[in-house]
């Protein structure tokens, strides 16, 4: 089990939540440490953005749970009706991420039996709102979250384990039970750097200091993610339709195999040029014809004149193979473009592999 960063940002919200209660005389400070729990977050812009949100979940909470008081009084009956009413009004605000604390606000101050009720009140709001703060605090001092960093390592992993697939996959040399379990963790995978990316974004969106530096990375990690997944699109293409690969000519097999070889190896490189293991742009030009689609084109045309009935699957699937790793191979090229791009405005960019070793 490994112990995440959140984790210990929780507990570290909690204990500090529960000293501030403790140091201002709070009768209450467990409902401090509650609300910590409730607040903390993965990255500084959403924990900004859950400080808003609970402020307004409390308020609603609290002033239900004064009016009821003081009109209905507070059974255990007139609670639970004061707490479906706070679902409503949170629902309705789209404040769904508060209901939780809205509820705890909610009771913590209805199932009082002391005479001061205002006060008793006003008192357990700021005590919850402390673990609030807590937890805004301890997220942006603490162990500030390097989503940067865990995106670009997922997005190698993943992508040289799937490149490693298309590399057997075109010489029809692997197992393919393996391959579709393997196809499953990478659609994981791809859903893990997508959240990568978001996290990012908002941290971005956030930290204003070199944006325009900042806004060119976000561009190219978007279009990482693209190819990634239109390279698992390629290699999930190449398993589902094996069999009619099998039935190609074999110069129109060698070719699909030399251009999915020549696609990789391109992709492979324009992830080193990124982070600069290989000088951007590359030393010999003359040697940069990654893809031949028109070569990749022209053999499923002769091969569709075969054919007499244009209808046949087989010419559908073989279409779909080629128009695929056509496809990825574009968007490989719009990722080499954009980052030759970046490196040509940052000649002296960190390395994302340096960063994450400091």
């Known amino acids: ?183 499953k963790k990478f659609k994981d995978s791809i859903n893990t750097m997508n959240l990568y990316y978001k996290m990012l974004k908002e941290e971005r969106y956030y930290l204003k200091k070199n944006l325009p530096e900042k806004s060119r990375k976000l561009v190219i990690y978007r279009q990482l993610n693209i190819t990634a997944k239109k390279a698992l699109d390629t290699l999930k293409r190449l398993h589902r339709y094996e069999n009619d690969l099998l039935q190609l000519p074999e110069e129109f097999k060698e070719s699909i195999q030399n251009q999915l070889d020549s696609l990789i190896y391109h992709h492979e490189q324009v992830l080193l040029r990124f982070i600069g293991k290989i000088p951007t742009p590359p030393p010999y030009p003359e040697d940069n014809e990654y893809l031949n689609k028109k070569e990749l084109f022209d053999f499923f045309l002769a091969h569709q004149k075969e054919y007499s009935d244009n209808n046949d699957p087989h010419l559908y699937h073989t279409m779909q193979i080629i128009a695929m790793i056509i496809d990825y191979g574009e968007q490989v090229e719009h990722l080499d473009t954009l980052i030759t791009s970046f490196h040509s405005y940052h000649h002296n960019e960190v390395s994302v592999e340096d960063e994450y070793d400091d």
């Open 1 to 183: 089990m490994k112990l995440g960063a959140r984790i210990l940002k929780t507990g570290i919200a909690i204990v500090l939540s529960l000293y501030i209660g403790q140091l201002l005389h709070s009768p209450s400070p467990l409902f401090a440490g509650i609300a910590a729990i409730f607040a903390i977050q993965p990255t500084i812009y959403r924990s900004y953005l859950t400080i808003i949100e609970q402020i307004q979940g409390n308020l609603i909470g609290a002033l239900l749970a004064v009016i009821f008081v003081l009109l209905l009084g507070n059974h255990i009956i007139v609670i639970g009706l004061a707490a479906i009413i706070v679902i409503i009004i949170n629902l309705k605000l789209k404040l769904e991420n508060t209901i939780g604390l809205s509820l705890v606000t909610l009771i913590s101050i209805m199932e009082t039996q002391s005479g001061s009720f205002i006060e008793f009140a006003g008192i357990r709001f700021s005590t919850i709102m402390i673990g609030v703060f807590s937890a805004f605090i301890v997220n942006l001092v603490f162990m500030p979250p390097k989503y940067e960093n865990k995106l670009y390592l997922k997005i190698v992993d993943t992508t040289e384990e799937i490149i490693k697939w298309i590399r057997l996959s075109a010489r029809h040399d692997y197992d393919h039970q393996l391959l579709k379990t393997d196809i």
